[in-house]
C-alpha cells in the first residue's frame, strides 16, 4: 500500500494563504486576537500562519505564542516512560481577547481538551477557536471540532497523518502513513 502525499510544494503554501485570509475575515487587523500554537507540533503552524499574516497585515501586531499541554493531558499518567515537557512561550495576557489555538492535526480532539485547560492559566478569553492543518474526521473522542481546516483527511486508527515542516524536515508536506510503512 502506498503512502499518498497529501500536501506538498505550492499547494501547501496555498493552503496556509488561505487559512490566514480567512483569519482575515473574522479578525480584522488583529488588534483583539491572539494565536496560539499547541506544542510540539502546532507550533510551526502557529508561526507559519503568525508570519504570512505579518507579510499580509504591514504594520499590525500579530501575538502569537506557544502553549505545553504535557501535565494537562488526560494521558500524561498512563504513560510508561516519564514525559519530557516543552517549553510555554506566551508573553500576553488572554482576557478578553479571541484566541486561536492552532495544531497541525485534529484527531481525537483530547490535545486540543488539553490546551484549552492549560490555556486558562493565562485568563479567561473572549473566545477561543480552532485552526488545524489537517482534520481527521472520523475519530473524535470528544466533541471537537475545527473553525478553520487546511484538508480534511477519511483516515482509519491504523493510519499516521504526519506534517512535515521545513523549518524542522527539510520540507512541507503532509503524508498519509498506513500500517506497516
Same mark, same amino acid.
Given at each position: 500500500m502506498l503512502n499518498p502525499i497529501l500536501l506538498d510544494g505550492q499547494k501547501f503554501q496555498i493552503t496556509i494563504q488561505r487559512l490566514c485570509r480567512q483569519l482575515i475575515e473574522n479578525h480584522n /487587523? !488583529?488588534?483583539n486576537s491572539v494565536i496560539i500554537g499547541i506544542q510540539p507540533r502546532g507550533i510551526y503552524l502557529a508561526?507559519?500562519?503568525?508570519?504570512e499574516l505579518r507579510k499580509i497585515l504591514p504594520g499590525k501586531t500579530i501575538l502569537q505564542g506557544d502553549l505545553d499541554i504535557t501535565f494537562f493531558r488526560d494521558d500524561f499518567r498512563r504513560r510508561e516512560?516519564?514525559?519530557?515537557?516543552?517549553?510555554?512561550?506566551? /508573553? !500576553?495576557?488572554?482576557?478578553?481577547?479571541?484566541v486561536i489555538m492552532m495544531d497541525d492535526v485534529l484527531w481525537t480532539g483530547r490535545t486540543i481538551r488539553a490546551a484549552m485547560d492549560a490555556m486558562l492559566a493565562f485568563g479567561r478569553p473572549q473566545k477561543v477557536e480552532l485552526l488545524t492543518l489537517v482534520d481527521r474526521r472520523y475519530s473524535r473522542h470528544l466533541p471537537v471540532a475545527?473553525?478553520?481546516?487546511?484538508?480534511?483527511?477519511?483516515?482509519?486508527?491504523?493510519?499516521?497523518?504526519?506534517?512535515?515542516?521545513?523549518e524542522t524536515d527539510g520540507e512541507d508536506k503532509v503524508i498519509l502513513l498506513s500500517e506497516g510503512k
Open positions: /487587523d !488583529f488588534s508561526k507559519r500562519i503568525a508570519e516512560s516519564p514525559l519530557v515537557p516543552n517549553q510555554t512561550r506566551i /508573553d !500576553f495576557i488572554v482576557e478578553g481577547k479571541k475545527a473553525d478553520y481546516i487546511g484538508i480534511e483527511v477519511d483516515s482509519i486508527a491504523s493510519q499516521k497523518v504526519v506534517v512535515s515542516w521545513k
